[in-house]
């Protein structure tokens, strides 16, 4: 016999479920005339929520996920940049060219970028209605010290949200230092010929960069990548290490 769960964590269930439904309605105006544009696949995602197949952020990215690559990738240009397609974004890109059902934001890659050049981007995308969020930084790795390494932002009425991360040389490849553990880092490894040369490609309505090894870079990160998986796999090419004297 299961335990009754207790009276607050029921009530911060049905609150959470609550400030949900209040936000939908707060957006809906806003996805309307998309659904009008889309009826029969932005129906299908409606009906997939209120299935809980996908997480209203999910949804609203499905919604709005043109219009936040465009203007990314109009500001990062702007600013110098040159962003390309990662993560789950790479994948919906190569499995349909499309935004994976159940994804909940866009990933796009930096290579060791310059740091005025971010302070632009920031500068860009704040006035085009984004909020800066998720951003974390190494002090001191190797040969790779105070970097970024991760940079993200959220629109602050459609609520989607895009990252960039910054991939840095090191021993003939390029490294993603996942700070987010705070008792170790996280190494996310390519071949430097993986993430040597970009192709122009249309995704979302948008011209963005691709690597041109786009299979070997899925493959590296997540090996059979065409099996169709709901849950969030972990990258393969992933190193953890401990050493505090490393950092």
Not at 24 to 39: G, I, K, Q
Not at 148 to 177: A, C, K, S
Not at 227 to 246: A, M, V
Request: glycine share 4%; aromatic share 14%; proline share 6%.
């Amino acid at each position: 016999m299961m335990d009754t769960p207790p009276f607050w964590l029921t009530f911060l269930r049905s609150h959470q479920r609550l400030l949900h439904f209040i936000r939908f309605l707060y957006l809906f105006p806003l996805s309307l005339v998309v659904f009008l544009l889309h009826p029969k696949r932005m129906g299908r995602y409606l009906y997939d929520y209120f299935n809980s197949e996908i997480s209203l952020q999910s949804y609203f990215l499905n919604f709005y996920g043109p219009q936040m690559l465009q203007r990314t990738i109009r500001n990062a240009r702007e600013s110098g940049l040159e962003p390309f397609l990662v993560w789950g974004s790479l994948l919906g890109f190569r499995r349909g060219r499309s935004i994976i059902k159940h994804d909940d934001d866009i990933d796009l890659g930096l290579i060791n970028p310059d740091p005025l050049k971010i302070k632009q981007l920031i500068i860009l995308m704040a006035q085009s209605g984004f909020t800066k969020k998720n951003e974390k930084s190494i002090r001191k790795f190797k040969n790779i010290e105070n970097k970024i390494t991760i940079l993200g932002f959220q629109h602050t009425v459609w609520r989607t949200t895009t990252d960039f991360y910054f991939f840095y040389p090191m021993d003939r490849q390029f490294v993603y230092i996942n700070s987010s553990n705070p008792d170790a880092l996280v190494l996310h490894m390519f071949p430097e010929e993986i993430l040597m040369n970009f192709e122009q490609e249309k995704f979302l309505d948008t011209e963005v960069l691709i690597p041109k090894k786009t299979d070997e870079f899925l493959t590296t990160c997540y090996g059979d990548w065409n099996t169709i998986q709901r849950e969030k796999r972990p990258c393969l090419n992933t190193e953890i290490i401990h050493e505090p004297e490393t950092y």
